[in-house]
């Protein structure tokens, strides 16, 4: 079973706007720390936004201000609502959790870790 299961990725012009969802299984998502990394066209990884299980977030100073990080522990879902893109956003999508009590970095083994959604934006 997959852990973690991404979608909402896509193609918009610059300026639009995408929601990214990550729905979790298989582990406790309510004190899970989840967050949202990105692996752009020149492989550089870096992570977007992250949340803590007290509901504490981290923005890159890329995003601050564009994206918003939200979960509902009903639905086991995490969601990346993402405003006035740029051409810069655009990459591969990645959700991530926690194994532990640290939310590691890019592709660590000790974090769990979605198949990825690919978001495009072209000026």
């Known amino acids: 079973e997959v852990p973690l299961v991404e979608s909402g990725g896509g193609s918009v012009q610059d300026g639009g706007s995408l929601t990214l969802s990550c729905t979790a299984s298989?582990?406790?998502?309510?004190?899970?720390?989840m967050g949202w990394y990105r692996q752009t066209p020149g492989n550089q990884c870096e992570v977007v936004s992250r949340?803590?299980?007290?509901?504490?977030?981290y923005y890159a100073p890329s995003v601050e201000g564009r994206f918003t990080l939200s979960r509902d522990n009903a639905k086991n879902t995490v969601y990346l609502q993402m405003k006035n893109l740029t051409p810069d956003d655009t990459g591969v999508y990645y959700c991530?959790?926690?194994?532990?009590?640290?939310?590691?970095?890019?592709?660590?083994?000790?974090?769990?870790w979605g198949q990825g959604t690919t978001v495009t934006v072209s000026s």
């Open positions: 298989g582990f406790t998502f309510t004190s899970s720390h």
């Open positions: 991530a959790a926690a194994r532990g009590s640290v939310l590691w970095g890019c592709f660590s083994e000790n974090n769990y």
């Open positions: 949340m803590w299980d007290n509901g504490r977030t």
